[in-house]
Protein backbone atom coordinates (compact mmCIF):
# COMPACT_ATOMS: atom_id res chain seq x y z
CA UNK A 1 0.00 0.00 0.00
CA UNK A 2 1.31 3.69 -0.83
CA UNK A 3 -0.57 6.95 -0.04
CA UNK A 4 0.29 10.02 -1.84
CA UNK A 5 -0.18 13.50 -1.64
CA UNK A 6 1.18 16.62 -3.69
CA UNK A 7 1.80 19.76 -1.81
CA UNK A 8 2.54 22.33 -3.88
CA UNK A 9 5.71 20.63 -5.55
CA UNK A 10 6.73 18.30 -3.28
CA UNK A 11 5.16 14.87 -3.40
CA UNK A 12 4.91 13.02 -0.17
CA UNK A 13 4.16 9.11 0.06
CA UNK A 14 3.96 6.86 3.10
CA UNK A 15 5.01 2.70 2.57
CA UNK A 16 3.45 0.48 4.37
CA UNK A 17 6.11 -1.69 4.31
CA UNK A 18 9.71 -0.69 5.46
CA UNK A 19 11.57 -2.49 2.75
CA UNK A 20 9.05 -0.94 -0.05
CA UNK A 21 10.20 2.37 1.00
CA UNK A 22 13.85 1.10 0.90
CA UNK A 23 13.57 0.38 -2.32
CA UNK A 24 11.69 3.46 -3.44
CA UNK A 25 14.37 5.79 -2.65
CA UNK A 26 17.29 3.41 -3.59
CA UNK A 27 15.41 3.46 -6.92
CA UNK A 28 16.31 7.38 -6.91
CA UNK A 29 20.06 6.73 -6.57
CA UNK A 30 20.44 3.87 -9.01
CA UNK A 31 18.91 5.81 -11.49
CA UNK A 32 21.07 8.51 -11.22
CA UNK A 33 24.15 6.22 -11.49
CA UNK A 34 22.89 4.82 -14.83
CA UNK A 35 21.75 7.57 -16.02
CA UNK A 36 25.17 9.96 -15.65
CA UNK A 37 28.68 9.92 -16.23
CA UNK A 38 29.66 11.87 -13.07
CA UNK A 39 26.75 11.95 -10.08
CA UNK A 40 26.97 14.03 -7.54
CA UNK A 41 25.12 12.27 -4.18
CA UNK A 42 24.35 14.33 -1.12
CA UNK A 43 24.36 11.85 2.05
CA UNK A 44 22.73 11.95 5.12
CA UNK A 45 23.48 10.11 8.72
CA UNK A 46 21.55 9.50 11.27
CA UNK A 47 19.56 6.23 12.42
CA UNK A 48 17.63 6.51 9.67
CA UNK A 49 20.23 5.80 6.96
CA UNK A 50 21.67 2.89 8.38
CA UNK A 51 19.06 0.25 6.94
CA UNK A 52 19.63 2.79 3.27
CA UNK A 53 22.59 2.22 3.12
CA UNK A 54 22.79 -1.78 4.30
CA UNK A 55 20.31 -1.72 1.22
CA UNK A 56 21.91 0.37 -1.36
CA UNK A 57 25.12 -1.53 -0.51
CA UNK A 58 23.79 -5.11 -0.52
CA UNK A 59 21.74 -4.12 -4.31
CA UNK A 60 23.42 -1.89 -6.16
CA UNK A 61 25.39 -4.61 -7.95
CA UNK A 62 22.39 -6.28 -8.51
CA UNK A 63 20.67 -3.52 -10.48
CA UNK A 64 23.82 -2.99 -12.25
CA UNK A 65 25.38 0.11 -10.68
CA UNK A 66 28.82 1.29 -10.11
CA UNK A 67 30.25 3.96 -7.77
CA UNK A 68 33.21 4.66 -9.37
CA UNK A 69 32.47 7.67 -11.28
CA UNK A 70 30.41 9.12 -8.12
CA UNK A 71 31.10 11.98 -5.86
CA UNK A 72 29.26 12.64 -3.27
CA UNK A 73 29.42 15.05 -0.24
CA UNK A 74 27.60 15.03 3.27
CA UNK A 75 25.78 17.39 4.60
CA UNK A 76 27.14 17.78 8.28
CA UNK A 77 30.15 16.69 10.56
CA UNK A 78 30.51 17.10 14.28
CA UNK A 79 33.29 20.51 15.27
CA UNK A 80 36.05 19.09 17.10
CA UNK A 81 36.04 15.02 16.07
CA UNK A 82 38.29 13.81 13.65
CA UNK A 83 37.77 10.66 10.73
CA UNK A 84 38.75 8.34 13.30
CA UNK A 85 36.61 9.21 16.23
CA UNK A 86 33.65 6.31 16.28
CA UNK A 87 31.14 9.15 16.69
CA UNK A 88 32.06 11.02 13.44
CA UNK A 89 30.37 11.23 10.23
CA UNK A 90 33.08 10.14 8.26
CA UNK A 91 33.47 7.41 10.81
CA UNK A 92 29.80 6.04 10.23
CA UNK A 93 30.01 6.79 6.56
CA UNK A 94 33.20 4.64 6.09
CA UNK A 95 31.56 2.25 8.57
CA UNK A 96 28.05 2.52 6.95
CA UNK A 97 28.67 2.68 3.45
CA UNK A 98 31.86 3.92 1.82
CA UNK A 99 33.87 0.59 2.91
CA UNK A 100 30.92 -1.81 1.36
CA UNK A 101 30.68 -0.16 -2.20
CA UNK A 102 33.30 0.56 -5.15
CA UNK A 103 33.23 4.71 -4.87
CA UNK A 104 36.65 5.85 -4.70
CA UNK A 105 37.54 7.28 -1.36
CA UNK A 106 38.99 10.45 -2.62
CA UNK A 107 35.48 11.03 -4.26
CA UNK A 108 33.63 11.25 -0.72
CA UNK A 109 33.64 14.49 1.12
CA UNK A 110 32.43 15.48 4.55
CA UNK A 111 33.17 18.56 6.10
CA UNK A 112 36.26 18.28 8.44
CA UNK A 113 35.34 19.33 11.95
CA UNK A 114 38.97 18.83 13.25
CA UNK A 115 40.07 21.80 11.33
CA UNK A 116 41.76 24.55 13.21
CA UNK A 117 40.24 27.31 10.58
CA UNK A 118 36.38 26.47 10.40
CA UNK A 119 35.86 29.83 8.56
CA UNK A 120 38.37 28.86 5.53
CA UNK A 121 36.38 25.12 5.90
CA UNK A 122 33.16 26.19 5.36
CA UNK A 123 33.73 28.64 2.44
CA UNK A 124 36.22 25.71 0.97
CA UNK A 125 33.15 23.10 1.78
CA UNK A 126 30.73 25.32 -0.39
CA UNK A 127 33.13 26.21 -3.23
CA UNK A 128 33.84 22.49 -3.57
CA UNK A 129 29.94 21.26 -3.97
CA UNK A 130 29.86 24.55 -6.46
CA UNK A 131 33.06 23.64 -8.31
CA UNK A 132 31.55 19.60 -9.13
CA UNK A 133 28.40 21.36 -10.87
CA UNK A 134 26.07 21.39 -7.41
CA UNK A 135 24.27 18.24 -6.16
CA UNK A 136 22.21 15.80 -8.44
CA UNK A 137 20.35 14.33 -5.62
CA UNK A 138 20.28 15.00 -2.02
CA UNK A 139 19.09 12.75 0.52
CA UNK A 140 17.92 13.69 3.90
CA UNK A 141 16.64 12.95 7.10
CA UNK A 142 14.60 15.36 9.24
CA UNK A 143 15.33 16.07 13.03
CA UNK A 144 12.34 16.03 15.36
CA UNK A 145 12.51 19.65 15.88
CA UNK A 146 12.19 19.90 12.19
CA UNK A 147 16.49 20.35 11.63
CA UNK A 148 17.29 19.61 8.13
CA UNK A 149 21.29 18.81 8.08
CA UNK A 150 22.14 20.53 11.48
CA UNK A 151 19.96 23.84 10.72
CA UNK A 152 18.42 23.96 13.05
CA UNK A 153 14.85 25.91 13.52
CA UNK A 154 15.55 30.03 13.22
CA UNK A 155 18.28 29.01 10.48
CA UNK A 156 18.00 31.58 7.56
CA UNK A 157 17.14 30.25 4.32
CA UNK A 158 19.68 31.84 2.65
CA UNK A 159 22.88 30.43 4.69
CA UNK A 160 25.67 28.59 2.77
CA UNK A 161 27.73 26.40 4.26
CA UNK A 162 28.43 26.85 7.97
CA UNK A 163 29.39 26.36 11.73
CA UNK A 164 26.04 26.24 14.20
CA UNK A 165 25.70 26.06 17.80
CA UNK A 166 23.66 22.58 18.36
CA UNK A 167 20.21 23.07 19.58
CA UNK A 168 19.30 21.79 22.86
CA UNK A 169 16.33 19.14 21.57
CA UNK A 170 19.47 17.89 18.99
CA UNK A 171 21.68 17.55 21.92
CA UNK A 172 19.29 15.83 24.02
CA UNK A 173 18.53 13.26 20.79
CA UNK A 174 22.16 12.81 19.63
CA UNK A 175 23.60 12.74 23.50
CA UNK A 176 22.77 8.80 23.71
CA UNK A 177 25.55 7.63 21.02
CA UNK A 178 28.24 9.69 22.99
CA UNK A 179 28.24 6.98 25.90
CA UNK A 180 30.27 8.60 28.67
CA UNK A 181 31.55 11.68 26.96
CA UNK A 182 30.58 14.93 26.35
CA UNK A 183 28.71 15.26 22.76
CA UNK A 184 30.23 18.68 20.48
CA UNK A 185 28.14 21.68 21.05
CA UNK A 186 28.71 22.79 17.99
CA UNK A 187 28.64 21.66 13.95
CA UNK A 188 29.63 22.18 10.20
CA UNK A 189 26.41 21.71 8.02
CA UNK A 190 25.61 22.51 4.08
CA UNK A 191 22.89 25.94 4.91
CA UNK A 192 19.60 25.59 3.90
CA UNK A 193 20.56 27.26 0.16
CA UNK A 194 23.10 24.65 -0.20
CA UNK A 195 20.63 22.20 0.06
CA UNK A 196 17.61 24.11 -2.13
CA UNK A 197 20.23 24.32 -5.07
CA UNK A 198 20.29 20.12 -4.83
CA UNK A 199 18.37 19.45 -7.96
CA UNK A 200 16.51 16.13 -6.39
CA UNK A 201 15.33 16.34 -2.86
CA UNK A 202 14.62 12.66 -1.28
CA UNK A 203 14.14 12.97 2.67
CA UNK A 204 13.51 10.25 4.21
CA UNK A 205 11.26 9.82 7.96
CA UNK A 206 10.69 6.52 9.79
CA UNK A 207 8.90 6.18 13.26
CA UNK A 208 6.76 7.37 16.00
CA UNK A 209 9.16 10.18 16.93
CA UNK A 210 8.61 12.19 13.34
CA UNK A 211 4.95 11.97 13.09
CA UNK A 212 4.22 15.80 15.05
CA UNK A 213 7.25 17.41 12.64
CA UNK A 214 5.91 15.66 9.60
CA UNK A 215 2.33 16.61 10.46
CA UNK A 216 3.94 19.87 10.55
CA UNK A 217 5.58 20.06 7.03
CA UNK A 218 1.65 18.56 5.67
CA UNK A 219 0.45 21.92 7.14
CA UNK A 220 2.16 23.44 4.34
CA UNK A 221 3.39 26.61 6.04
CA UNK A 222 6.48 27.61 5.42
CA UNK A 223 8.67 28.96 8.53
CA UNK A 224 12.19 29.62 9.68
CA UNK A 225 10.83 27.43 12.87
CA UNK A 226 11.08 24.51 10.68
CA UNK A 227 13.97 24.45 8.56
CA UNK A 228 12.41 21.50 6.69
CA UNK A 229 9.15 23.78 5.68
CA UNK A 230 11.41 25.46 2.51
CA UNK A 231 11.75 22.20 0.79
CA UNK A 232 7.77 22.82 0.27
CA UNK A 233 9.00 25.38 -2.51
CA UNK A 234 11.85 23.16 -4.15
CA UNK A 235 10.97 22.10 -7.41
CA UNK A 236 11.65 17.94 -6.85
CA UNK A 237 11.36 16.90 -3.43
CA UNK A 238 9.77 13.65 -2.26
CA UNK A 239 9.31 13.16 1.39
CA UNK A 240 8.90 8.92 2.02
CA UNK A 241 7.32 8.25 5.42
CA UNK A 242 6.74 5.00 7.10
CA UNK A 243 3.69 4.35 8.38
CA UNK A 244 4.32 5.27 11.25
CA UNK A 245 5.88 9.22 10.52
CA UNK A 246 2.81 9.45 7.48
CA UNK A 247 0.49 8.41 10.31
CA UNK A 248 -2.24 11.05 9.76
CA UNK A 249 -1.30 10.94 5.97
CA UNK A 250 -3.36 7.45 6.26
CA UNK A 251 -6.48 8.62 7.38
P1 LIG B 1 17.80 10.22 12.72
O1 LIG B 1 18.38 11.69 12.47
O2 LIG B 1 17.77 9.54 11.41
O3 LIG B 1 18.81 9.61 13.67
O4 LIG B 1 16.45 10.39 13.32
C1 LIG B 1 17.80 12.48 11.51
C2 LIG B 1 18.30 13.91 11.61
O5 LIG B 1 18.55 14.38 12.74
O6 LIG B 1 18.42 14.56 10.57
Known amino acids: ?????????????VFDK?????????????KLLKSKRNPV????????FEPFYHYISSNYKKFGCSFKNATTFNLDEYVGLSETDMNSYHYYMNAHLFSKID???????????SSKDLKTEVLSYEKLICENNGIDLQFLGIGTNGHIGFNEPGTNPASITHVVDLSESTITTNSKYFKNKNMPRRAITMGISTILSSKQIVLIATGNSKRNIINKLISGKITQEVPA???I???NTTIMLDKSAGKDLIG
Open 103 to 113: INPSNTFLPDG
Open 41 to 48: IGLATGNT
Open 233 to 235: DHK
Open 229 to 231: SFL
Open 18 to 30: RNDLLESAAKYLF
Open 1 to 13: MQIRKNLRNSNFI
